[in-house]
């Protein structure tokens, strides 16, 4: 399961990506996450090491986002960093997918959703590019727009020890320009994902801070709660039956789970279950081993 954070720079998207993290101890996110550890993680889930292949990514997406840099970005160097940028976040998204596939929940704010942020504002038909930028780019489970006033962005932006690159080298006049750009692609974006069938929670920033924590944190735990429902509703249904000999045997009590098990974040009590797997470990004269995971 994957949740996407995205917005102008300097809305405050990282400070609050980090307090959401805070909450969720089994929720792997950025500053956690960086290009090592995921490596480590595939490795240990026995992964094919066909990471670096796109098998995630749509090839019209790729595409738009190729020919759209080529054509609007006259600088050569602004082309080969937007280029840069755009390739560092694919691979990343494409690792993020294949550790979805092995139960991992991944919090992220410098993903696909983000990247538009990084050269749509260039365009001179911003209005349309937003559009099909965000009809094509790969959706998460939630995308959560930060958002801010265009004097908080401009008040934390100086605060920064080091500007971000889409502010390098633009006068006052054209920060703000660019800043309004930020903020359309918001409203379009927001439009535009709503209408593809994704949970969208669009905050302010600017203020109120506790509020739009306790927003965000609600909408995660509703996801992460759907999404146990509905692996227990596979779960039982799989424990219907199971394969003994050249035939399958069929449960005798019906709508229960074949054998009960405990993970940090997700159970089956014995109660719902045909047999017990605590008293299967004594049985066999085996001790709990106590181990953090980030698995659902």
Do not use: W
């Not at 976040?89 to 992220?108: F, R, V």
């Not at 019906?254 to 009960?260: A, M, Q, R």
């Amino acid at each position: 399961m994957l949740f996407e954070l995205m917005g102008p720079s300097a809305a405050g998207k990282t400070y609050f990506l980090n307090q959401i993290a805070k909450s969720f101890d089994f929720i792997l996110y950025k500053e956690l996450l960086n290009t090592s550890d995921i490596n480590n993680l595939l490795k240990s889930s026995s992964m094919s090491g066909k990471q670096d292949n796109c098998e995630f990514l749509h090839e019209n997406y790729i595409n738009f986002c190729i020919d759209f840099i080529n054509k609007n970005l006259t600088n050569c160097n602004q082309k080969i960093n937007a280029l840069r940028i755009f390739l560092t976040s694919c691979l990343n998204y494409e690792k993020i997918k294949h550790l979805e596939q092995n139960g991992y929940i991944t919090i992220y704010d410098e993903l696909l959703l983000h990247r538009a942020f990084s050269f749509i504002t260039y365009s001179p038909d911003i209005e349309n590019d937003t559009k099909k930028y965000f009809e094509l780019t790969p959706l998460p489970d939630v995308a959560i727009i930060c958002t801010a006033a265009k004097e908080t962005i401009k008040e934390r932006l100086k605060k920064k020890p080091k500007i971000p690159n889409c502010y390098k080298n633009l006068d006052e006049k054209n920060i703000d320009l660019h800043i309004e750009k930020s903020l359309y692609v918001c409203q379009i974006a927001e439009q535009t994902l709503k209408e593809r069938g994704i949970d969208v929670v669009k905050l302010d920033l600017s203020s109120n801070f506790e509020n739009n924590l306790n927003t965000t944190k609600r909408v995660i735990n509703d996801k992460i709660s759907k999404y146990k429902d509905d692996l227990k509703a596979q779960l039982l249904k799989t424990s219907a039956s199971f394969q003994k000999n050249n035939t399958r045997h069929i449960l005798k009590t019906k709508n229960v789970f074949y054998c009960s098990f405990s993970t940090p974040n997700f159970t089956i009590p014995k109660e719902e279950s045909e047999r017990n797997s605590e008293m299967i470990f004594k049985h066999f004269g085996i001790e709990k081993n106590k181990t953090k995971l980030f698995l659902i």
